[in-house]
């Protein structure tokens, strides 16, 4: 399509174009119901299908075995920072905390707030939270209920490439990773994603979690905020952001049948991050202030050497129709976002644009 720009947001962000056109060829008429899948009730059994068919494909995307369960919810990623603790300690319980920056340390706020024994025992704060703790020297301590971590630190542009091997759960916040790749969900109590970047349209957050851990869940929970009400009523306890399931459940088929599933879309995001900081570390007009075994695969963080260079490289790839390039706001520079549905086209557009600019700028 001529008159679309390439987006490179950190989310909401781009869509894949096949799920844009078949949301549009059956807006007015959803599966011959004579109604748009905006007007149908909640309660139908086509709004179930989809639902039950978006978990049904997660788990097969993600190998969950039958000890888990996907449940769809709102209140985004933040509610899910109160919800762990919620569900999965008692006050005063300990839990442990990865601080790697400024989403696990909203995760981190939220669950102090709750009156557990929380302790960080990794951060990477030291380095301006230029890479995450090396997976294999993480210790937790002895009875902690669960280790909380950001798989992929969207601001910051850091990403574990493994799990840690620790005793207990962990709890992986993967709202900027989810089913970009594939992964070993085993030592998971509990995964969550909020939309909208890999999966999903805002409005709709992902949560696998595994049952058995919710056998010691604090028998008070205000019903909506209990995982168990919601694996009962199928997510569809209360009026369910249907629309947003919707469009989450199309990009599901289509990274499982259009794409061939996780690890097929997995090396086409490293391509893409790949052919990015290759030619960022050659060029020096541009440099990647995080350590390379740290880097993310999803938001590429980079500086210019001033910040009206800063300035002037994201307007004008703006006017070029390079979309979005500009850091978090708490971070200034530049941030590439290269989430599922950005293209390898779109990389290899931005690669043409930011050389230009180096030759123009004559750094
Ligand atoms: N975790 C991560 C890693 C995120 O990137 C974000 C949002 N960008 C959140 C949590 C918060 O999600 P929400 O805005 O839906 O609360």
Known sequence: MKDRVYNFYAGPGALPLPVLERVHSEFFNYNNTGMSVMEL???????QHIIDDSGARIKRMMNLSDEFEVIFLQGGGSLQFLMVPMNLS?????IDYIDTGYWA??????????GRDLEIIAASGDRNHT???NSDSIQTRSEAKYLHLCTNNTVVGTQFHNFPKVPIPIVADM???????AIDPSPCACIYAHAQKNVGLS?????????????NSPDDLPELLDYRTHIERKSNYHTPPCFSIYVMWQILRWIEEDIGGVEAMEKINWQKSSALYDFIDA???????????SRSRMNVVFRLPTKSLEEQFIQEAFESGLVGVAGHRTQGGCRVSLYNAVTLDAVKNLIEFMDK????TNY
């Open 41 to 47: 009730s909640h309660r139908t059994d086509e709004i």
């Open 175 to 181: 709202s900027s990773d989810f089913l970009s790749k």
């Open 283 to 293: 060029t020096p007009l541009f440099d990647c202030p995080v350590e390379v075994e």
């Open 357 to 360: 600019f180096a030759q123009k």
């Open 203 to 215: 409005g709709v957050t992902a949560v696998v979690i595994r049952k058995s851990i919710l056998e």
């Open 105 to 114: 340390e909203k995760a981190i706020k939220a669950a102090k707030s709750l």
């Open 131 to 133: 890479y995450v703790p």
């Open 90 to 94: 008692h006050p005063g319980d300990k």
